[in-house]
């Protein structure tokens, strides 16, 4: 857990925050959890909120220390400041290195406690479910639950010429906690949204972490007080999983983030892809390259190589081209010398499109075409960039050249269809590492063209089919919809209670693309025929849906004994036997006291051992719905009917038209000392034992418990 107290207006933290933000990408966020508080302190910071400022000056006295500062897991139990980082260098280099070496040891520190997180964000309101599970004893006493509402990867350019922020704390609410070991606690907290029109709703993310209220003094020269206060464990959940990756393919640690400042500061939602190396140091960032898994994540990747001559290698063509070819993935690579190291490979040619004419431009500036759907806008305007060696190019096959340099008016840049599903734009200088003017608008640009391609990529989680929901009880319903840019109003919801004939009512509408929506299906509805169906909108309008890939039910489910009382034809299948109840029944299932077992069919799955429906047993039936079904059975009526009864207990039928055989007549002619028929009030197992003068009917189910083997014919 790193917490950071810094501020816009503040000098040395325009140093700290980029070393803090590279390390937040690096850690997996099941590994390492940031927050950061903002302070004014009589300057300027719109971030500033009550809850950081209490935060800083109250709970930590960071107000005595100054700022930046930075503390790991609380401040720990020590009774020293080695979790502390108080100021910064004049190098980001040197600070990386420096919280690098307060995060690395504590890594390998372990905790009595596991944090698992559920969210569910809505137009409105964050809900938070953390389920805390003590593994170990807990010897820490005092503690508090904290949940964090943070919103991240954000831009603001304060006076410190800092403009890109990571997990900014917004708000964070505190209950008090104790756990014994091997317990496991639900802490519930729900953050209000309305009042806040300014936050990226895709962009925020929950922390929950427990931590002691016991302070531990910590004295730092000449005079000032901080408090430790350890932090047992910690969990951070990140609800909205961004359509766009952004991976930087070299090893200088510049942190200059150009990418993920021009996205941030169009409120665009992405990530950071730079995993954690063994060679990384301050002025090395190794960074990767991203898995097939990360990529296939995110529709759009941004792969840029800055001035690099050994640009993009073997394996990360391959990788690239599986991307494209597996998927809706769109594909942005810029930097120069790409054309010089991979002209005439096939992916150059074939995945960018380009044939390289000229390994240096010698221009500083480029312009759009007119009429391109992606530079167009720009076909009078000069887009200075920065670099010393950009590449001209001209497109090949279908490609189109999308930016030409000011001057030689040579291709600067090639865009592309690669197939139905992926676009792909390759620019041959590095754009965004410049200072020009119209950066976001040209993001902005490319990132339509390609949200433009397809609809979203959408899936029905749960419910699927199958399933049986009650009215009055809360459900959650999942998906996936994947898109370069979905907004946060961009998910409708639907369900039909009749999908021979579908009548779509609204469940919600406006929702966030969390995959997450808690419904309470509405009382009246009894139904087995139902379907949910969620309609994603990408930020260019199109729409893809999903359904559930067969019905559910929705009604509270009738659980019977039956049993068939009559011949039915050879061959007869459960699904035949069953057709005048259709499509209204779940499950059936029945007892093998021979092979002590039980044999069961559901409905869309395969059978497991019961395939078809035996006069000479009882069976259980799940019957879909609240209300009651007549099953009609047509067959042969028997004369006689031998049931071989084993020792114990027999699920049997009763297949005979009397209505005079009575339990205690059952019992002299199979040696049987009890009989349990079905009683749909005697919850849960729906049984109850017979009295001796109750009499047996057709179409029922009965368990005969006999001591010893025996044979009962039944007459019709």
């Not at 910064?88 to 905790?111: C, F, H, V, W």
């Not at 966030?512 to 379907?531: K, M, Q, R, T």
């Amino acid at each position: 857990m790193v917490e950071v107290a810094t501020g816009t207006w503040c000098p040395p933290c325009a140093n700290a925050d980029p070393a803090i933000v590279r390390l937040s990408d690096e850690y997996d966020p099941s590994r390492l959890v940031l927050l950061m508080y903002h302070v004014i302190w009589g300057r300027a910071d719109p971030y500033e909120n009550p809850t950081s400022i209490d935060r800083v000056n109250n709970f930590y006295n960071i107000d005595t220390a100054g700022i930046p500062t930075l503390v790991v897991d609380g401040g720990g139990a020590y009774t020293d400041d080695r979790l502390w980082s108080v100021g910064a260098y004049p190098s980001k280099s040197q600070n990386y290195g420096l919280y690098r070496g307060i995060i690395d040891p504590e890594m390998a520190t372990g905790s009595n406690l596991r944090i698992s997180l559920d969210t569910d964000l809505r137009p409105n309101t964050m809900d938070v479910s953390a389920t805390i599970l003590a593994t170990d004893p807990v010897p820490q006493t005092n503690l508090s639950v904290r949940v964090v509402l943070y919103e991240d990867a954000i831009y603001y350019m304060g006076t410190n010429g800092e403009p890109y922020h990571r997990s900014v704390v917004r708000d964070m609410h505190q209950q008090r906690f104790w756990i014994n070991m091997s317990e496991t606690k639900t802490v519930t907290d729900s953050f209000g949204l309305v009042a806040e029109p300014t936050w990226v709703h895709n962009k925020l993310g929950v922390a929950v972490f427990v931590q002691t209220e016991n302070k531990i003094p910590v004295s730092l020269p000449p005079t000032t007080i901080l408090y430790n206060a350890e932090i047992l464990q910690a969990a951070r959940s990140d609800p909205v999983s961004p359509g766009i990756s952004v991976y930087r393919d070299d090893t200088v640690a510049d942190y200059t983030e150009p990418w993920e400042r021009a996205l941030s500061q169009g409120n665009r939602d992405f990530v950071t892809t730079n995993t954690l190396m063994a060679g990384d140091s301050g002025t090395t960032d190794i960074r990767g390259p991203p898995s097939a898994a990360d990529l296939a994540a995110h529709p759009m990747v941004v792969w840029y190589t800055g001035t690099q001559t050994a640009t993009i290698n073997g394996a990360e063509q391959t990788l690239l081209t599986n991307y494209l070819a597996n998927g809706n993935g769109n594909l942005l690579v810029t930097g120069e010398n790409i054309g010089a190291d991979l002209d005439s490979t096939p992916f150059y040619t074939d995945v960018l499109k380009a044939s390289l004419v000229n390994g240096n431009a010698g221009a500083t500036a480029v312009q759009g075409v007119s009429g391109d759907p992606v530079s167009g806008p720009w076909a009078s305007t000069q887009l200075t960039f920065s670099g010393s060696s950009p590449d001209a190019v001209n497109p090949l096959g279908a490609g189109s050249v999308p930016f030409w340099y000011v001057g030689s008016g040579q291709g600067a840049g090639v865009r592309s269809d690669y197939d139905s599903d992926s676009r792909v734009v390759y620019l041959g200088y590095n754009y965004l590492e410049g200072s020009d003017s119209n950066r976001l608008n040209v993001v902005g640009s490319i990132v339509q063209w390609f949200d433009a391609k397809k609809a979203p990529v959408v899936g029905v989680q749960w419910p699927n089919g199958g399933e049986t929901l009650m009215p009055g009880t809360s459900y959650k319903l999942t998906w996936s919809a994947k898109d370069v840019e979905i907004p946060s109003n961009g998910v409708d919801i639907y369900f039909t209670s009749d999908s021979s004939n579908p009548t779509w009512t609204l469940i919600a509408s406006g929702e966030p693309n969390d995959g997450v929506f808690w419904w309470n299906p509405p009382a009246g509805i009894d139904s087995p025929l139902c379907l949910l169906k969620v309609v994603v909108r990408d930020g260019q309008g199109n729409a893809g849906q999903d359904l559930s890939n067969s019905e559910f039910t929705i009604g509270s489910p009738i659980i019977n004994t039956f049993s068939v009382t009559l011949l039915v034809p050879i061959g007869s299948g459960i699904t035949s036997v069953l057709s005048t109840i259709d499509p209204f029944y779940r499950a059936v299932w029945t007892y093998d006291p021979v092979a002590n077992t039980w044999k069961t069919w559901h409905r869309g799955e395969p059978s497991n051992g019961l395939t078809s429906l035996d006069l000479r047993t009882g069976f259980w039936i799940d019957v879909t719905g609240s209300s009651s079904r007549l099953l009609t059975v047509q067959g042969v009526p028997p004369t006689s009917t031998p049931i071989g009864l084993v020792a114990g207990y027999n699920l049997v039928g009763f297949p005979s038209a009397q209505t005079t055989v009575t339990v205690g007549a059952v019992k002299a002619a199979t040696g049987a000392t009890m009989i349990v028929g079905f009683s749909g009030s005697a919850s849960p197992g729906y049984t109850r034992v017979m009295a001796d003068t109750e009499v047996l009917l057709a179409g029922n189910g009965y368990y005969l418990y006999v001591p010893v083997a025996a044979t009962w014919t039944v007459t019709y």
